[in-house]
């Protein structure tokens, strides 16, 4: 029993391809906010390769993405 988290690769957008929390959002979000820290999947694609995954990054990902009007 994993509390209702559902395991799966499909909906997984991280390209971080040896991490073996791919697809398990459970022990991803785990692992990323006791670092505090964003999930890649909240990143743009362009974010998420940067494999940074702090909030300094997520905040300046976010801007870039609002000032391109995405
Ligand atoms: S976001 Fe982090 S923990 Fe989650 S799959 Fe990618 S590298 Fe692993």
Do not use: W
């Not at 959002?25 to 909240?42: K, N, Y």
């Not at 990902?61 to 609002?66: E, F, G, L, N, Y």
């Amino acid at each position: 029993m994993n509390g209702g988290c559902k395991a799966g690769i499909d909906h997984c957008s991280c390209t971080y391809t040896s991490c073996g929390k791919r697809g398990n959002c459970c022990q991803c979000v785990l692992f990323h906010r006791s670092r505090g820290e964003v999930t890649g999947c909240f990143f743009s694609p362009e974010g998420e390769r940067s494999y940074d995954r702090s909030l300094e990054n997520f905040v300046r990902d976010a801007a870039r993405r609002q000032a391109a009007g995405r």
